[in-house]
C-alpha cells in the first residue's frame, strides 16, 4: 500500500476573550504540526496499517486458487519376476526383470465460475523380456485436453469466486478501519491540544494573580508603614500570595502532564515530549458566524453520517462480504453432480533408445480418443455442509446487528455532541459577560479599599471571584473546541479521503460541520 500523505490548509482562529492570549503571534506547536506527527507516528495508525497489507495479503492467497497450475512427475520403477514351476521346467524361463519409466505434464486452470480445464501429456515406457526370452521396450504417449463442468455444487461465480470477492470486500473494509483510525486519532490528539492550551492559559492567569497579590502585599506593605493601615492586614495579603503560589504550582503541574499526554496522542518518542513547545493557536469562537453554520439539526448530520462515518460505512462493508460468503454455503449444501471430458490422442514408438521415448509424441498415432463422463457425489447426512451454512448465517446476523448497534450510537453520539456543542457556547458567552462585570467590580473595590470603604477580605475575595471565572472562562472555551471536533468526528465529517491519502483542514477542526446543500 502507497506510503500515506497529508495535505493541511492552515488557517487562523480568532477569539475576542480578554483573556485568550495572542498564541498565534508566537513560535510554538501549531494544531496541524500535531495532527500531522500523528499520522505518521501514532502506533495505532501504524498497526491499522499493517492489518490493511494482511486484508491485502489475504486477497492474493484467495486470488491465486485461480491460477494456472503447471504439475509434472517423473518416476522410474523395476521389478523382479520369478517364473512358475512349469514356466521353469517346460519352457526353460528363468527370472525376468521389468523397468518401467514414466513422466507427465499437466496444466490446470480453475475460473471463476467453477469451471476447470487443461492440457495434459503423458509419455511411458515399459522395457522388459518376454515370454519367449526375447528383449522387448515400447513407448507410449498420450495427449489429451480435459474439461470438468459442475453442475450443481460448485456451479457460478457466487460459488466458486465467494472467497475471493469476500476478501476483497474485507480489504476495502481493512481501508476504511484504516480511516476509522486515523480520525479517532486525529480527534483524540485535537481534544488533548486544547487541554494542553488550556492548562497554559490557566497557568498564566494564575501567574497573573500571583503578580497581582505580590502587588497588593508590597502596596499593604507601605500603607503599614505610613501607619495608614493596621499590620493586622498583613497576615491576609501574606496567606492570599502563598495561596495563589501554591495554585501556580499546581497549574504548572497540570501543564506537564498535558504536554506528556500530547506527546503520548501524537505517538512521540519519550525523549522528545519535553521538548515539545506550547500550544500556538488559539481556541476557536462560537461568535465567529463565518464559520458557525446558520441552521443545523442532528437528523440532517446523522444523514451525512451514514454517507462519511468510516466505521459505519465498514460495518457495511463486512455485513456484504458475510452475505457473499452465506450464498456460496447455500450452494455448498447441494451434491456434487460434475461433468467431464477428454480429447486426445496416443502415440506409439518401440525401441530402448533414448529419441524412441520422444518418437511417440508422434510415432504410429491412433487418432483422436475422447472421453465424457458424470461424477456425483452426495454426502449423507451432509454434516459439513450444513455446519458451514450455520456458521455463516450466524456470521450474517452479527454483523446485522453490530451495524445497527453501531447505527444506534452514531444517531445519540450526534446529538449528544450537537448539544454539547449549543450549551458550551452558551455558557461560553454567559461567562465572558461575567468575567467582564467581575474585572469592573475589581476596579471598584479597589477603590473603596482606598478610601476604606471596603476591607482587606472584600479585595480579595472579589479577586479571587474574577481569577475563577477566567479560569471557567477558559475551561469553557475548552469545552467548546472538544465539541466541535467531536461533532465533526461524529458526523464522519473529521477527514476527507483522496485516493490512498487524507486530508485534514483547519476549518476540519475549528468549525461545525456543514450539512450537503447548506451554505458555507
Known amino acids: 500500500m502507497p506510503a500515506l500523505f497529508l495535505i493541511v490548509f492552515l488557517g487562523s482562529v480568532g477569539a475576542d476573550s480578554a483573556t485568550q492570549p495572542n498564541h498565534a503571534t508566537k513560535k510554538g506547536l501549531s494544531l496541524i504540526e500535531a495532527v500531522r506527527d500523528t499520522i505518521q507516528k501514532q502506533p495505532n495508525v501504524l498497526l491499522q496499517q499493517q492489518e490493511v497489507e494482511v486484508s491485502k495479503g489475504a486477497l492474493q492467497m484467495e486470488a491465486g486458487e485461480f491460477d494456472p497450475a503447471l504439475s509434472s512427475l517423473f518416476n522410474y520403477q523395476t521389478s523382479e519376476y520369478a517364473p512358475t514351476y512349469w514356466e521353469n521346467r517346460l519352457y526353460g524361463i528363468g527370472n525376468r526383470s521389468y523397468t518401467t519409466t514414466e513422466s507427465s505434464v499437466k496444466v490446470e486452470k480453475k475460473t471463476r465460475y467453477g469451471v476447470s480445464f487443461g492440457p495434459s501429456v503423458d509419455v511411458n515406457r515399459t522395457h522388459g523380456i518376454s515370454d519367449y526370452m526375447i528383449p522387448t521396450s515400447s513407448n507410449r504417449t498420450i495427449v489429451g485436453f480435459g474439461l470438468n463442468v459442475p453442475l450443481l455444487k460448485g456451479r457460478g461465480e457466487d460459488a466458486t469466486g465467494a472467497e475471493e470477492m469476500a476478501a476483497a470486500v474485507n480489504f476495502e473494509a481493512s481501508k476504511l478501519d484504516l480511516e476509522q483510525t486515523i480520525a479517532v486519532s486525529v480527534l483524540q490528539t485535537t481534544v488533548v491540544y486544547w487541554k494542553y492550551l488550556k492548562a497554559h492559559m490557566e497557568v498564566e492567569i494564575l501567574k497573573n494573580m500571583e503578580d497581582d497579590s505580590r502587588r497588593n502585599l508590597e502596596n499593604i506593605k507601605q500603607l503599614v508603614k505610613g501607619d495608614e493601615r493596621p499590620a493586622s492586614d498583613l497576615d491576609t495579603f501574606q496567606a492570599d500570595l502563598a495561596d495563589k503560589i501554591s495554585q501556580r504550582i499546581a497549574g504548572e503541574q497540570n501543564l506537564f502532564e498535558a504536554r506528556q499526554n500530547l506527546g503520548l496522542s501524537m505517538g512521540l518518542a519519550y525523549e522528545a515530549i ?247
Open 274 to 520: 519535553d521538548d515539545l513547545p506550547l500550544p500556538a493557536d488559539s481556541f476557536p469562537d462560537p461568535e465567529d458566524r463565518e464559520r458557525t453554520p446558520l441552521k443545523l439539526a442532528p437528523e440532517e448530520l446523522f444523514k451525512e453520517a451514514r454517507n462519511k462515518r468510516a466505521d459505519y460505512l465498514a460495518h457495511k462493508k463486512r455485513e456484504g462480504a458475510a452475505r457473499i460468503l452465506l450464498v456460496a454455503a447455500v450452494n455448498n449444501l447441494l451434491p456434487q453432480l460434475d461433468i467431464g471430458g477428454n480429447v486426445g490422442y496416443a502415440g506409439l514408438q518401440d525401441g530402448g533408445e533414448v529419441d524412441d521415448y520422444f518418437k511417440s509424441l508422434s510415432n504410429e498415432l491412433t487418432g483422436a480418443n475422447y472421453s465424457a463422463g458424470i461424477t456425483l457425489t452426495f454426502p449423507f447426512g451432509n454434516n459439513e455442509a450444513e455446519g458451514l451454512h450455520l456458521k455463516r448465517n450466524s456470521r450474517l446476523r452479527k454483523t446485522i446487528i453490530r451495524t445497527r448497534n453501531l447505527e444506534r450510537k452514531i444517531r445519540s453520539g450526534i446529538v449528544v455532541a450537537f448539544q454539547a456543542m449549543v450549551r458550551a457556547a452558551r455558557e461560553l458567552k454567559e461567562t465572558r459577560k461575567s468575567v467582564n462585570h467581575y474585572r469592573t467590580a475589581v476596579s471598584n473595590e479597589q477603590m473603596k479599599f482606598g478610601m476604606g470603604m471596603a476591607s482587606v477580605l472584600d479585595v480579595i475575595n472579589i479577586q479571587n471571584f474574577l481569577r475563577n471565572t477566567m479560569l471557567s472562562e477558559v475551561s469553557k472555551m475548552n469545552n467548546y473546541a472538544a465539541a466541535v471536533v467531536n461533532l465533526r468526528y461524529q458526523t464522519g465529517t473529521l477527514i476527507i479521503t483522496r485516493g490512498e491519502g487524507y486530508r485534514i483542514e483547519m476549518e476540519e477542526l475549528i468549525s461545525p460541520p456543514h450539512v450537503m446543500g447548506q451554505k458555507k
